[in-house]
């Protein structure tokens, strides 16, 4: 392989600086955690496979942050399926879908995996 090669063959996972940083809430990604379909888009320690789950009767908010009081991105509709990327405590993190939005919502508005 020619000097050159090394240099213009770069591949698909080529680190070349900074990328843009979509707005927050537009895409499932955070610094430490990215919805499967972002791999070799955005680098992250981890990536989840989706759980999709149903939004319980009566809906739920879809919040910036996990707390109570945290501004609403918008209501998301009984029967919405939400795709689970993590869970801590009473909060879910997830997306409605690849392109968002994204937020957390209370467990407890969701249903239960089978199991």
Known sequence: MQETDKLTNHGPYMLA???ARPDAGAL???GD????GLAGRY??????VPQPRAVMPG???????????AAELCTLME?????VLDITGSWAWGCLSLEGPVGYVHVDRLESLPG
Do not use: C, I, Q
């Open 43 to 48: 680098f992250v320690p981890h990536y989840a």
């Open 28 to 30: 499932p990604l955070r």
């Open 17 to 19: 600086g900074p990328v």
């Open 59 to 69: 809906g739920a908010p879809l919040l910036v942050s996990p707390e109570e009081g």
């Open 79 to 83: 029967g919405d399926s939400f795709e």
């Open 33 to 36: 955690l990215a919805h499967v």
